[in-house]
């Protein structure tokens, strides 16, 4: 109880001070629905539900939660003003099946796809990610996360010197800009990745990141997310919804912060240290066992090296 209250008492250093009112404010979004998965990290939950209450979002938040013990009844009393309904759904039935099950019950025309780790600012721009995704013609436009990019010198003193602000509940959000989006080629017997670089203010990809826009007709009608997935879920999304015919982008114009400042818990990192076996299980359903160029375009591996 006592790391929850000094969560719900943390102050961020405001990164965008200078941003009009105009600008941010979202209590006049009302046909977008927060789709957020949680397991085993109320506190990053409460985090993002602070800040999406703080700019006024009013319209639908549904959050599925399969940790061993949901939180859900102490998620509702601590934000009763929010539009939140709170799927308690068994142990551990992982990400994709979580979201699918939110999906299920999404009644607006768009949804905005969360990890519970993320936090709201001046710079989550959901109206204007909305006149993007119509003004392209998209079904889906992702934004970037900002967090501190622990392979720069900057990065890393950047992230210390949150280490001490977190010791007096102050934490510093990133500016640094960590984008993530690549093309898809797909053939009989292999994916390949390939860069895109930048355009303003939207490029258009097949694969970006896990914040995104959508249509929620558009994503529901291929099936959303592949249920037997608890890993790997991410690029499996994205091909299926390329082999769907969705039309995917990414803007620099919108983003979210990346929480690098909430410790962890220990069942969370247990679960997700579980190796690369839901990747193989996510690339079975293409009939290839990696995606070819990964580490060219994105950085690391998926599937096989």
Known sequence: MAKQNSVQKMRLIDLAPFERVSNFTLSGVHDVSILIKTLEREAHLIQLL???????????????????????????????????????????????????????????????????????????????????????????????FRQHNRKTRLGKYLLLLNQFLNRYNWALPSYQIYEYHAGLRIKKDRILLFPIFYQNPVTICDLTHNFFLARTDRVQAFGGWNPILKGGEHQNFFIRAKLAGLKVGTTRKCGVIHDQWTPNSEAYKALRNRGNEYQMMALEEFGVDRLDNYREVLGGTFGLP
């Open 50 to 144: 602070l800040s999406i209450q703080k700019y006024g979002f009013q319209g639908p938040i549904l959050i599925a939660d399969d940790s061993k013990v949901p939180y859900g009844n102490s998620i509702k009393d601590k934000f009763p003003k929010l539009r939140i309904h709170y799927l308690e759904i068994p142990y551990d039935t992982g990400t994709a099946e979580g979201r699918n099950e939110m999906l299920k019950l999404v009644q607006t025309p768009y949804f905005l796809l969360c990890d519970e780790d993320f936090v709201f600012d001046k710079r989550t721009l959901i109206p204007l990610m909305i006149k993007l995704l119509n003004e392209f013609n998209l079904d889906i436009l992702g934004g970037v």
